[in-house]
């Protein structure tokens, strides 16, 4: 009926009211906390114009007293990074059992062994010396040519590493054709056939990576990254690899960034059913921290309201930089 036996406003007309009928809940144990963890003589990380805490390096024990305070503060789980002291042309630390993300798993896990949760980001770009996510056949500027397909042997490899130092959850990242399937393959012949695979399958060349390569030390050295990551305009693209991800035996799919793309969230989430991550990635963090900080906007209410926007597209699970600020917001 319209207006004015229909009035819209009646059910937001105190707390109580917007509280009984709110369609979207934010948990904290909703939330990923990503982690960046360096050896021992790896280079330090550029300084930046901006305060971003949640960016900063850390130590082995550095990660695990964070992680304990991710536990304390209710948070899901946390997203390992690893920064190698030595790269190479085909990124050996990311697969070396005694490599800086195994250790750091290993010492998680034993000092936290109720949680939380342990991911472990698969990809090779943090340990090539030219920063791409594959094996490099030719560096000239533009594009690169990356081997897909010698690149699959790394990455199963190097998921098959941290299942074995107990990860719980391992995340391939790097966009290759194929990655989900070798992946499965080679974990289920090593014998981790309960190591759920949580694939970026949503990936996009994005304007909003720049903190987290400055954290990481993943700049590419030439070129870019659009030969294998998707373009922003291409949405059904992006749905497709998402459905591939799925035929090749992923347990949850990722769609990163976010805050542009709740139209992917939700697309996914529809046509494939399963949980669904989305990564509110560095950039997006900063922009928040920036407004923050010249007055612009309340964090917190930002925050909490990006948050529970992407809850609302689709999003069972959100990896974020605000996680731990969340949560204390949220209890």
């Given at each position: 009926?319209?207006?004015?036996?229909?009035?819209?406003?009646?059910?937001?007309?105190?707390?109580?009211?917007?509280?009984?009928?709110?369609?979207?809940?934010?948990?904290?144990?909703?939330?990923?906390?990503?982690?960046?963890?360096?050896?021992?003589?790896?280079?330090?990380?550029?300084?930046?114009?901006?305060?971003?805490?949640?960016?900063?390096?850390?130590?082995?024990?550095?990660?695990?007293?964070?992680?304990?305070?991710?536990?304390q503060a209710g948070l899901g789980a946390v997203?390992?990074?690893?920064?190698?002291?030595?790269?190479?042309?085909?990124?050996?630390?990311?697969?070396?059992?005694?490599?800086?993300?195994?250790?750091t798993v290993r010492a998680l896990k034993q000092?936290?062994?109720?949680?939380?949760?342990?991911?472990?980001?698969?990809?090779?770009?943090?340990?090539?010396?030219?920063?791409?996510?594959?094996?490099?056949?030719?560096?000239?500027?533009?594009?690169?040519?990356?081997?897909?397909?010698?690149?699959?042997?790394?990455?199963?490899r190097t998921a098959v590493s941290h299942a074995?130092?107990?990860?719980?959850?391992?995340?391939?990242?790097?966009?290759?054709?194929?990655?989900?399937?070798?992946?499965?393959?080679?974990?289920?012949?090593?014998?981790?056939?309960?190591?759920?695979?949580?694939?970026?399958?949503?990936?996009?060349?994005?304007?909003?990576?720049?903190?987290?390569?400055?954290?990481?030390?993943?700049?590419?050295?030439?070129?870019?990254?659009?030969?294998?990551?998707?373009?922003?305009?291409?949405?059904?693209?992006?749905?497709?690899?998402?459905?591939?991800?799925?035929?090749?035996?992923?347990?949850?799919?990722?769609?990163?960034?976010?805050?542009?793309?709740?139209?992917?969230?939700?697309?996914?989430?529809?046509?494939?059913?399963?949980?669904?991550?989305?990564?509110?990635?560095?950039?997006?963090?900063?922009?928040?921290?920036?407004?923050?900080?010249?007055?612009?906007?309340?964090?917190?209410?930002?925050?909490?309201?990006?948050?529970?926007?992407?809850?609302?597209?689709?999003?069972?699970?959100?990896?974020?930089?605000?996680?731990?600020?969340?949560?204390?917001?949220?209890?």
């Open positions: 009926m319209a207006y004015p036996h229909t009035r819209m406003r009646r059910l937001r007309a105190s707390a109580g009211l917007r509280g009984l009928v709110r369609e979207t809940g934010l948990r904290a144990e909703q939330l990923v906390l990503p982690l960046f963890v360096a050896e021992a003589g790896a280079p330090p990380a550029p300084e930046g114009p901006l305060e971003l805490p949640a960016l900063a390096r850390l130590s082995i024990s550095g990660a695990v007293e964070r992680a304990r305070e991710a536990a997203l390992v990074f690893g920064v190698p002291a030595h790269k190479d042309a085909e990124g050996s630390g990311a697969y070396d059992d005694e490599g800086i993300v195994a250790l000092a936290l062994p109720d949680g939380p949760l342990v991911i472990t980001d698969v990809c090779l770009c943090e340990y090539t010396d030219h920063g791409h996510c594959g094996v490099a056949r030719e560096t000239g500027p533009h594009p690169p040519t990356i081997d897909n397909d010698a690149t699959l042997e790394l990455l199963a074995r130092a107990g990860a719980d959850i391992v995340a391939p990242s790097d966009m290759m054709d194929g990655r989900v399937g070798a992946l499965r393959a080679e974990l289920d012949s090593e014998g981790y056939t309960d190591t759920p695979i949580l694939a970026y399958s949503a990936k996009f060349a994005s304007a909003f990576y720049g903190p987290f390569r400055d954290a990481a030390g993943s700049t590419p050295a030439f070129g870019d990254r659009r030969s294998y990551q998707l373009d922003p305009a291409n949405g059904a693209q992006a749905l497709r690899e998402a459905v591939l991800d799925v035929g090749e035996g992923a347990d949850m799919l990722m769609v990163k960034p976010a805050l542009a793309y709740g139209d992917l969230i939700a697309a996914v989430k529809r046509e494939t059913g399963l949980p669904v991550a989305a990564y509110n990635v560095s950039g997006e963090y900063a922009m928040v921290r920036a407004a923050a900080a010249a007055g612009a906007l309340d964090e917190r209410e930002a925050v909490l309201e990006i948050l529970t926007s992407l809850a609302r597209a689709g999003a069972d699970t959100i990896v974020t930089y605000h996680a731990l600020d969340a949560a204390h917001w949220l209890a």
